[in-house]
């Protein structure tokens, strides 16, 4: 996730940071993060919202985090159980610092993907589709609605899937796939926080 914020930065001479898990089984965990252009880790309070609207969802799903940089979502919906977590970040560092996490954490049920988020999800799934997804991309580099025409064209979503989204309050472009439906909406500063639920067909 990729926001200016500084509120989960620790101070070191080399920049790097943390995030903190707010909830779950790693609750308090502090989480080491690479010092990466654009990096903006969800902040504590909009991690607080987001699992309170996903209290009853998150656990034993399968979780897809698009543009994952810190993992701050992804690591914090394995904290209160998913079954499983997909991690997808195309910078080297921040993967890699990913991948030190989950072995931090004795993870067996995550993985990450070292690639370009659009670049994966152009490909038709061929395993089992996830029920909760998170995308917050890069802001101002218009690659929310790509990313969410793709889930649903290549069949990523599972049939009553959740998808949470974090963009710049400013981008009025942004259209929804037809069958998903607004459920939570909220203005945080210079931030928007969505959630959608695909409706089956």
């Not at 010092?35 to 979780?63: C, S």
């Not at 909760?132 to 025409?149: H, I, M, S, Y």
């Not at 998903?180 to 969505?194: D, H, M, P, T």
Request: net charge positive; glycine share 4%; aromatic share 10%.
């Amino acid at each position: 996730m990729r926001n200016k914020t500084t509120q989960n930065k620790a101070s070191s001479k080399s920049g790097d940071g943390f995030i903190r898990v707010i909830s779950g089984q790693f609750r308090g965990r502090k989480l080491p993060v690479k010092n990466v252009e654009g990096l903006r880790p969800t902040t504590d309070r909009i991690k607080e919202t987001v699992f309170n609207w996903l209290m009853q969802d998150t656990r034993d799903a399968h979780v897809l985090d698009c543009f994952a940089g810190s993992g701050g979502l992804g690591f914090e919906a394995l904290s209160r159980f998913a079954k499983s977590t997909t991690f997808i970040e195309l910078d080297k560092f921040a993967a890699k610092q990913l991948e030190q996490n989950i072995s931090t954490l004795k993870l067996k049920n995550a993985q990450v993907k070292h690639t370009n988020s659009l670049s994966y999800l152009e490909q038709k799934n061929k395993s089992e589709a996830f029920n909760l997804v998170f995308v917050d991309p890069p802001f101002r580099k218009d690659l929310a609605q790509t990313t969410c025409d793709l889930l649903e064209k290549n069949q990523w979503l599972s049939s009553e899937a959740l998808i949470y989204m974090e963009v710049e309050a400013e981008l009025s472009t942004f259209q929804q796939p037809n069958n998903w439906l607004l459920i939570k909406e909220k203005k945080a500063g210079q931030v928007f926080c969505r959630l959608y639920q695909r409706q089956s067909n």
